[in-house]
């Protein structure tokens, strides 16, 4: 592989950055048993708070402050309406999605031509100079860093602590927590808002390395969906979702990759083709909770309904049990 | 014991409860909040409130011209929300709205490239390319039910998934096939004027778009009310157990909800290339269908009260443009009123609900 | 650890669950806690591990008050429940189960855990590996992991609801022994059941709770005329029959077998008569709703046959295996006990209903039409309620008429499950006047009761389930209730 191809393929890492942090944001609430819908518009109104913070204070730390705030705040408006209030997350969500992506636009105006802020990138010594991996993984910036740390951090906790398996079990069963001693609508609370925070660091890092905002983002609209979908095809678990995530970005670098060699399609197609492909990926994950198949197979030769039925299992990936049910002790 | 106390709270608590529980005073109250935050969002923007206001009651309504454009603006969102009635009522998020007004306007447009120097008269071609709109907007939305149905995957991811084809397919035609002689510039060429809805002279409002609109309003609204399909599509929609245990078969209907909902769709998307655009272009869907969503929230899924709704929400669009000339503030603008709208009359509904439901709970026990 | 229960108030709505029930329960002694669905056991355990609160009432802990707010305050008191469905995490692993909600720090040692688990385990002869997931497990097994994680948590009183409901006869035998093991430890066990044989087994002593309250109790030697007696009440009136039994056979079930994943029922042979009514009665769980399911064409047999005579001789019709539409479409019709959930449409009005119910002719709704024949059922079965009442507003009983109000005509079998449960007594006559109707038009009735009370006024012939098996039909004229109660309790099959 030659070099320039390589440091381009390393782009992948970097760019996927906020797609991890969407998606490892939406599998904690998710796993709690609430559904932010509102990605699409609060990663976008992150990313502009985040650019506008940075550039007013000229510090990235309020940048990235002020992204997770956002988002945490819209994180926040989901819950209360659907835990406090009892409305659905769907509604709600959806509507926070037009309305912070409207908002985003609209206050963002002012900032459009502001002057640049781009996360520097940290090399790490020793790691950087490795063949191939060096380029591609460890010359990045440090949220790109941080990104691959959330991955680990988020399985372990989710995972290997106590305070995961409730948060499993909240989702999962919120009555047998709530037997157990968990406080069910207060947990699921802290892991939106949480969730939501993450969702925005995403956002300002966007806006912040990969592409800066000048009004209409570019290349941002559609990856809030995007990280939905992925929650779901990764099973809500944090190493798969953020293969997903990986997978998709490198969809996205290889439609660019590819292009000289396809000159007659428009570069466009490239950029939007990894969005139905994700949304379809869906199919294959789901297929095997659609009752027919069940019937269907039940028809089928013994040998061949043992295969089909293993394959589907394996690709199969089944939500919390309680994701978008209020909880309500009796 | 709770109910003493809530006695004891007096005078100003009963008219607080009474306002916050009261339907009619409860949505009042939403609305006054939206604009108070749509007030306070302009005031962060530092810019004056009441001429922010009066631009956009004069790019909406304030002349002839101005009101004939939103008019035509409506069209297509009103028959998008007609459309979402049908999925609505029978309790399905067809997201994929977007992509079935995008289908629409994809096959119309077709159906008149394709014509383009036979001697089929004109209206004979605007016909065809409707019928042809509203087959494509019904198959998209046919496959986002069977997706639904038989693939198990939500109608919010497949209606996504299917937006996000339809986009795809429109670039590839506008940037291919149908690419118009020269630079490729994200659109095709326009259609003859031979093809074009009959429009009012000196507008692009089309009488036969805003009369199709108008008779699609009283179909929906007659097909919900007043037939045995609209009323059991209601009952699934309210109780698919029940419903199936009444008889009726649950996903069939559910399928024909997404077909209805796309034919109007399609229509929609028709007609923004026969009445107003007059060319297959990139995004030309507009966000109707994402919009429609919420009038039809708001509208809390009757049809008629959509009516109205959705010509507010195109008049704030339209309005909204006025803006950026003499404030250069951004024409999202609208969308963070619609959005705060909706979101404030669902938050006073919640409230009302559980005030409601706990005053029940003091009255039994 | 004492337990004292004094003077407990608990009341849903209109319904009083408890009704100033008082408990006393020294440690090392089994407690049998006994009476019908919906005699107040539940409720009061409930209470005791804090899933609930009280209205009024006193907790005392070694003769010292305390209040439980929450599960996790009983927890911390040392009192455990074994929850009747189990209240654990099905897609996860045994060792996560255990651990989930207990005090074993952020970083659970897991090693540590599960040793101490395998000793627990030992003692009590169980074999769960703890790194299998939970829903490959068996009822049985649930129940024994949860009864080791409240042991592990420390619990000093354990309260078990119904625990031998789905577990199999080994797993029984085992979950005895650990009881009485337990017992002897010094821990204070409160076993709740309706299956008599089991209490005389085990307990130590038995309280009877009846209608919220506890109405006695006993030591060894039990007598069970006198459990059964408590349990059920002693009077009860004859039916008088209305309708004339027909000779005519309506139905022939012929060796039906259902397969569910918590019973298997096998080997339903019985006939139905033209115009007779079948009560099926025994305890939730025992297998009659899924008879029953299986009969409305809602759940798909996978073994024998559902005949229907069609009048000509030796004509039948087998419907098993056919769609729950067809079975609709011959007159058979089944009202659900959830009535909310799969029964009524919440949000739609009672003429919208009607409009739904019939038979419908065209494509448009004659709103005249519906009006008028609203208003005429309306009056026809009492309903309390306008065309354009939704059918949440209604009350209960009235919900229950409306159902009654949406059969079509003609029925050739009504399958009911519950029908009077939650009324008062007026509106149950009423019904019960309707249903009788339906009768005497030719129609055959099967109906659920936990209200044996109901099954021996209503019935013409009833079947006693039990555990998945099926008794065969008595003669409701000649049947005691004491030859009942003891087969519901599991007494007297061979």
Redesign the interface.
């Known amino acids: 592989m030659d070099s320039n191809l390589l440091a381009s393929f390393g782009s992948v890492f970097a760019w996927a950055g906020p797609v991890v942090f969407a998606v490892m944001g939406e599998t904690l609430t998710e796993k709690a048993g609430v559904i932010n819908l509102s990605l699409n518009g609060s990663i976008i109104l992150s990313a502009m708070v985040g650019f506008a913070a940075a550039t007013t204070t000229g510090s990235f730390f309020w940048g990235f402050v002020g992204g997770a705030a956002a988002s945490a705040l819209v994180a926040f408006i989901i819950a209360f309406m659907s835990i406090g209030l009892k409305q659905s997350q769907v509604a709600v969500g959806y509507v926070l999605t037009l309305a912070t992506k409207s908002l985003a636009y609209f206050l963002g105006a002012p900032f459009i031509g502001k002057p640049v802020m781009q996360l520097p990138l940290v090399s790490i010594p020793f790691l950087d100079n490795l063949p191939y991996v060096g380029p591609v993984l460890f010359n990045k910036t440090l949220l790109t860093y941080l990104s691959y740390l959330l991955i680990i951090v988020c399985y372990i906790y989710m995972f290997k602590t106590s305070k995961g398996l409730i948060l499993q079990g909240i989702g999962e069963q919120p009555a047998a927590s709530f037997v157990r001693g968990a406080n069910v609508n207060r947990l699921r609370y802290l892991y939106t808002i949480l969730g939501g925070a993450l969702v925005g660091v995403g956002g300002a890092l966007y806006s912040l390395s990969v592409k800066t905002w000048n009004g209409q983002l570019t290349g941002i609209d559609g990856i809030g969906w995007i990280a939905l979908a992925i929650t779901i095809f990764g099973g809500w678990h944090p190493i798969r979702g953020a293969i997903g995530a990986y997978f998709f970005v490198f969809l996205q670098w290889l439609g660019i990759a590819l292009q000289p060699l396809l000159p007659n399609v428009n570069s466009r197609i490239f950029q939007v083709a990894p969005f139905p492909l994700m949304i379809l990926a869906l199919l294959f994950v789901n297929i095997g909770n659609a009752d027919w198949v069940d019937r269907t197979l039940a028809g089928l030769p013994e040998d061949a309904r043992k295969i089909i039925s293993r394959l589907i299992r394996g690709m199969r990936t089944r939500g919390p049990a309680a994701l978008g049910t209020p909880f309500e002790n009796e | 014991m709770v109910s003493n106390r809530t006695e004891k709270a007096g005078g100003f608590g009963n008219i607080l409860r009474t306002l916050l529980t009261n339907r009619f005073s409860s949505i009042t109250i939403a609305v006054l909040l939206a604009l108070i935050i749509t007030w306070l969002v302009v005031l962060v923007m530092d810019a004056p409130p009441l001429r922010v206001f009066s631009i956009m009651v004069n790019g909406s309504v304030g002349s002839l011209d101005a009101a004939t454009q939103t008019l035509q603006a409506w069209v297509p969102l009103v028959l998008a929300t007609c459309g979402l009635m049908f999925t609505f009522t029978a309790g399905l998020w067809n997201i994929g709205m977007e992509g079935q007004i995008e289908m629409g306007a994809i096959c119309a447009y077709g159906v008149i490239h394709y014509m383009t120097g036979t001697p089929t008269p004109g209206y004979v071609a605007i016909t065809l390319a409707s019928l042809a709109g509203m087959a494509g907007g019904a198959i998209w939305a046919y496959m986002v039910g069977l997706l639904k149905n038989y693939g198990g995957v939500n109608e919010i991811f497949g209606g996504l998934g299917f937006n996000f084809i339809a986009d795809a397919f429109l670039l590839y035609l506008v940037y291919g096939p149908w690419k118009p002689e020269g630079v490729a510039q994200g659109s095709t060429k326009m259609i003859d004027a031979q093809y074009w809805l009959p429009q009012l002279p000196g507008s692009y409002l089309s009488l036969w778009s805003l009369g199709l609109a108008i008779v699609g309003i009283l179909v929906v609204t007659f097909v919900l009310k007043g037939t045995y399909f609209g009323l059991k599509l209601k009952a699934v929609g309210k109780n698919p157990k029940a419903s199936f245990m009444m008889g009726i078969p649950t996903s069939r209907y559910m399928l024909l909800s997404f077909v209805l909902c796309g034919l109007f769709g399609g229509l929609a998307g028709s007609f923004q290339v026969t009445g107003f655009l007059h060319v297959l272009r990139n995004s030309i869907s507009g966000g109707y269908g994402y919009l429609a969503l919420m009038v039809g929230m708001l509208a809390n899924y009757q049809p008629l009260i959509g009516v109205p709704i959705s010509l507010i929400f195109t008049a704030l669009n339209k309005g909204a443009t006025g803006l950026v000339i003499d404030l250069q503030l951004d024409t999202n603008f609208s969308g963070v009123i619609q959005g705060l709208l909706v979101l404030c009359v669902l938050l006073m509904d919640g409230v009302r609900r559980r005030l409601t439901k706990t005053f029940r709970g003091v009255q039994h026990g | 650890m004492d337990v004292e229960l004094v003077n407990i108030y608990k009341t849903f709505?209109r319904v009083h669950a408890n009704d100033g029930i008082s408990l006393k329960v020294k440690s090392g002694t089994i407690q049998g806690i006994l009476g019908e669905n919906g005699a107040g056991k539940s409720t009061l355990m409930k209470i005791l591990?804090g899933?609930?609160q009280a209205d009024s009432g006193d907790i005392l802990l070694d003769g010292s008050k305390v209040v439980i707010q929450?599960?996790?305050d009983s927890?911390k008191l040392g009192i455990g429940?074994l929850?009747q469905d189990p209240?654990?995490?099905?897609?996860?692993k045994v060792i996560?189960n255990l651990?989930?909600?207990?005090p074993?720090?952020?970083?659970?040692n897991r090693k540590k855990i599960i040793k101490q688990f395998e000793e627990l385990q030992k003692q009590f002869n169980f074999a769960i590996s703890p790194d299998t997931y939970v829903d490959t497990l068996t009822v049985g097994e649930r129940q024994q992991l949860e009864i080791l994680r409240l042991l592990w948590l420390g619990a000093e009183v354990l309260i078990l609801d119904e625990p031998t409901t789905g577990i199999s006869a080994s797993q029984k035998a085992l979950l005895f022994e650990t009881i009485r093991k337990l017992a002897a430890q010094g821990k204070a066990i409160l076993f709740v059941s309706h299956k008599l044989d089991e209490i005389e087994t085990l307990c130590s002593q038995v309280a009877v709770f009846r209608q919220g309250k506890n109405v006695g109790s006993m030591v060894p030697p039990y007598s069970t005329e006198h459990l059964v007696e408590m349990m059920f009440g002693k009077t009860i009136a004859r039916s008088e029959k209305t309708c004339d039994t027909q000779d005519q056979i309506n139905f022939e079930i012929d060796k039906l077998k259902i397969d569910d994943r918590r019973l298997v029922i096998k080997d339903v042979s019985f006939q139905i008569r033209r115009g007779e009514v079948i009560g099926l009665a025994g305890m939730e769980g025992s297998g009659q709703a899924m008879i029953l399911r299986a009969l409305a064409g809602i759940i798909r047999p996978t073994g024998g046959h559902i005949y229907m005579m069609d009048g000509k001789p030796d004509g039948r019709v087998d419907l098993a295996g056919k769609h729950?539409?067809q079975f609709?479409?011959l007159g058979i019709s089944?009202l659900?006990a959830a009535r909310l959930?799969?029964?009524?449409?919440?949000?739609?009005s009672l003429a919208?209903h009607f409009?739904?119910?019939e038979k419908?002719e065209?494509?448009?709704?004659d709103r005249e039409e519906v009006e008028k024949l609203s208003q005429q059922r309306i009056s026809d079965f009492n309903i309390r309620g306008t065309p354009e009442s939704r059918i949440e507003e209604l009350s209960g009983g009235n919900q229950q008429r409306a159902e009654l109000a949406?059969m079509r005509n003609p029925l050739r079998l009504l399958l009911l499950e519950h029908p009077t449960r939650g009324l008062d007594i007026e509106s149950s006559m009423y019904i019960w006047t309707k249903l009788k109707q339906r009768c005497a038009e030719g129609a055959s009735i099967l109906f659920i009761s936990s209200d044996l009370d109901e099954v021996v006024h209503y019935s013409d012939r009833i079947l006693v389930f039990f555990g998945g098996r099926v008794s065969p039909a008595f003669d409701a004229s000649l049947v005691t209730i004491d030859q009942l109660g003891q087969l519901i309790g599991g007494k007297g099959w061979s």
């Open positions: 709505g591990s899933f609930i929450s599960p996790a927890v429940m929850h209240q654990d995490f099905p897609p996860m996560d651990i989930i909600g207990s074993v720090g952020l970083f659970p729950y539409f609709r479409n089944f659900p959930e799969e029964g009524l449409v919440q949000g739609l919208e409009a739904l119910a419908q065209g494509f448009l709704i949406l």
